[in-house]
């Protein structure tokens, strides 16, 4: 890069601010402060980059593409190879795990059963962690690392937590993780574990650990990473950059993603909101969130909303109703009170997307759809081709439009659900009218269990033919 084009690029990074998204405060603070929440409103934080500076950046697109083909980890992660556009300098203690870079599948599978003519997946469990927690990971970390933290601390249904175990442990940090007991995949668990986190098993919920939370967020050497921190927001917008750049950067029709806490929704809409504004796409792709219907408070709201209060400039309701107790057997977005609530509804209100819900038994079958095209995936991420099954049906998504489902973790991440999946002893707890629970079992339209065969070469053959 020239001298002046790096100035340029530099400049733009360092007078980088924290804004207050509330229209009525839009207070700003500088980018080493060390807050979470607007401290004059409460009203939550994003990173603003001045864009109008790298617009005269020229071949944006060609340098990043350049970036992926490099030995250097610094320059070949698929989130720091967009170094424009995150609030860091050249200086900045980078710590990285070649994060990024994930697939994109086609998927004939998943297309014929959502009713698409093509759909494409954007796995994200092929991340260092095995989930899209890594992309905001590298940014949250390196930024703790920055400001001089000793402990980095967050709440987690598992994968946010292995993820900043990870990480920290690559930055020799201290990292604290609070988990809802017994509520986590063993798996995810496993991970923290390994990567030397001091694991806190909550007598709570999620909600109940994500208060918590806040409650640490005084404490001055410790550093919060769940999605209220804007700068692991910046890390996962990178995301948007990188599939524009797959999709040879024609902007897709529909891109879906599951909806737990909301980071992911709120950080693809900036993404693609900032790839706008430096002109480099001509339009938004619609933007829509998927939700397990016993874990759905976003999608209640959306669907109480009144007309007046759709399209892209209306006002945010103040509020959001929690679920007071959530359930889904996708235990990554058993979420009842998102903290990135309001972020993700600007982003799907602006794109003129959707949120909705799916229920248990169409999550689960899904998920093996998407496992026979031979693309693994937990639970929650398949809430989005259940999802995209839905909006097909319901006419709001036409089955030639182009559609990107963002899959966020790894089937490894769950081999339990998996396993009672095929082998038909999957079941949910379901609410009665009563209020009363029953336990609904999941019958499994493509169940798949192993069975017990001779030790014979007739016996295989027999079994094959069985099965043709
Ligand atoms: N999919 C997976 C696999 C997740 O782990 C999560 C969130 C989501 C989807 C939802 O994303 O919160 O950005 O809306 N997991 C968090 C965690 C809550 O602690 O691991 P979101």
Redesign the pocket.
């Known amino acids: 890069m020239s001298d002046a084009i790096a100035n340029t690029a530099q400049k733009a990074v360092t007078t980088a601010v924290q804004r207050c998204i509330v229209p009525a405060c839009a207070a700003t603070f500088g980018i080493r402060e060390q807050i979470y929440v607007c401290p004059r409103c409460g009203g939550p934080l994003q990173i603003e980059i001045p864009l109008e500076l790298l617009q005269s950046v020229p071949d944006l697109r060609e340098r990043w593409h350049a970036r992926a083909s490099s030995h250097d980890a610094r320059e070949r992660s698929g989130v720091w190879r967009f170094r424009e556009l995150l609030p860091f300098d050249g200086d900045a203690p980078v710590v990285t795990l070649c994060e990024g870079n994930t697939p994109l599948y086609d998927a004939p599978r998943c297309a014929q059963y959502a009713g698409l003519t093509v759909l494409r997946l954007k796995h994200q ?1 092929c991340n260092p962690t095995a ?3 890594d992309t905001g990971m590298t940014t949250a970390v390196t930024q703790a690392k920055l400001l001089g933290a000793r402990t980095v601390v ?10 900043l175990a990870a990480y920290a442990a690559r930055a020799e940090l201290q990292c604290a993780i609070l988990l809802p007991q017994g509520q986590i995949s063993p798996a ?1 668990l496993a991970q923290s574990m390994d990567y030397g986190a001091v694991v806190c098993e909550i007598a709570g919920n ?1 909600d109940d650990c994500m208060r918590l939370i806040s409650e640490l967020g005084d404490v001055p050497f410790i550093y919060i990473a ?2 209220i921190n804007p700068f692991r927001m910046e890390g996962q917008k990178t995301v948007a950059f990188e599939l524009l750049e797959q999709c040879g950067w024609r902007v897709p029709d529909h891109v879906v ?11 693809l809409g900036k993404g693609f909101d900032e790839m706008l504004r430096l002109g480099l796409i001509d339009r938004l792709p619609k933007i829509s ?1 998927i939700q397990a219907e016993g874990s759905a408070p976003l999608a209640h709201l959306f669907a109480g909303l009144k007309p007046s209060q759709f399209g892209p400039e209306a006002a945010l309701p103040d509020e959001l109703a929690p679920v007071a107790n959530p359930r889904t057997l ?1 235990s ?2 058993k ?1 009842g009170a ?1 903290v ?1 609530w309001k972020k ?1 509804l600007r982003a799907v209100l602006r794109t003129r997307g959707n949120i909705i819900t799916v229920s248990e038994p169409e999550i689960a079958d899904a998920k093996a759809i998407i496992g026979r095209d031979g693309i693994g995936c ?1 639970p ?2 398949a809430t989005t081709v259940a999802g995209i099954r839905k909006l097909v049906a319901a006419g709001k998504i036409y089955a030639g439009e182009s559609v990107i489902a963002v899959l ?2 790894h089937v490894l ?1 769950d081999p339990d659900y998996v396993s009672h999946y095929h082998r038909g002893t999957l079941s949910f707890e379901s609410v009665t009218e009563q209020g009363t629970t029953k336990s609904v079992p999941i019958g499994g339209a493509f169940r798949n269990a192993p069975e017990k065969v001779a030790a014979t070469k007739e016996a295989i053959l027999k079994s094959l033919e069985s099965r043709r």
């Open positions: 469990g989930s899209f927690k967050c709440a987690s249904t598992g994968n946010t937590a292995a993820s995810k999620f769940n999605s993603v599951p909806g737990g806490n909301m980071g992911n929704s709120s950080a969130v996708a990554a977005i979420i998102p990135s993700a937990e929650a991420s966020t973790g991440k």
